[in-house]
């Protein structure tokens, strides 16, 4: 199966800082989906992309089509408490229809 | 307002027991997947209904099966629960194949005693 690499895998940061993290594939995707998902409960759709080059914002949350179409960029600013949880990618391309594939996640933890 | 509904969200089952996890929706989506999650993983695909057809993932294990008696509802069954088994099982919807946003219900966490 399709291989996405995620990273960093986790991160530490103070409440304030901004975070970026990113998500790799070896193949050309044709649409990038971020969720965010807290323990115990489902993943929740952030932002979603269907463009090389598109870049979309959520409030604090800011995500972008690479160019290459092999890549992801999510970027949060400004991060309070709230934002702790582990972040995933998933990307999809036409060659395997409708299966969406997920990157590894980024764990989250704000410091106050 | 929940879109996706998952029930129970907790279950426990004893190894081999047959079990039963559903999933409803009101979002009147033509497509409902089910992931499997185990710890600091990813979600797996196991299967997908687009409307009445139901595809199989590879490498999805025989004991599990899944039923879509309408648009609303899809279940998730697993014949012979294992302890490999236990995990947070995760139902989606789409509004289409393709390139459609997958909308999760909040999980069911299955253990297996």
């Known amino acids: 199966g399709q291989q996405l690499n995620q990273s960093p895998q986790s991160m530490f940061i103070q409440e304030g800082e901004d975070v970026s993290m990113n998500c790799t594939s070896s193949?050309?995707?044709?649409?990038w989906l971020w969720y965010k998902q807290d323990p115990g409960e489902g993943p929740v759709l952030l932002i979603a992309l269907y463009k090389a080059g598109e870049l979309t914002s959520n409030g604090r949350l800011t995500a972008q089509f690479g160019i290459t179409r092999k890549d992801s960029f999510l970027n949060i600013s400004a991060s309070i408490p709230s934002d702790v949880g582990i972040y995933f990618c998933a990307g999809q391309t036409y060659d395997t229809g409708n299966q969406f594939y997920f990157g590894t996640g980024t764990s989250l933890t704000v410091i106050p | 307002d929940a879109m996706v509904i998952q029930n129970p969200r907790y279950q426990v089952t004893q190894f081999g027991k047959p079990v039963t996890l559903s999933c409803s929706q009101t979002l009147n989506h033509n497509v409902m997947y089910w992931y499997q999650q185990k710890s600091s993983q990813a979600p797996k695909l196991l299967f997908h209904y687009y409307d009445k057809d139901f595809n199989n993932e590879a490498d999805t294990p025989d004991n599990f099966q899944s039923r879509r008696p309408n648009t609303s509802f899809c279940f998730l069954d697993i014949r012979s629960p294992g302890l490999g088994d236990a995990a947070m099982y995760l139902c989606?919807?789409?509004?289409?194949?393709?390139?459609?946003?997958?909308?999760f219900g909040p999980g069911t966490r299955l253990t297996v005693t």
């Open positions: 193949s050309i995707f044709n649409t």
């Open positions: 989606a919807t789409s509004r289409a194949q393709g390139t459609y946003e997958q909308y």
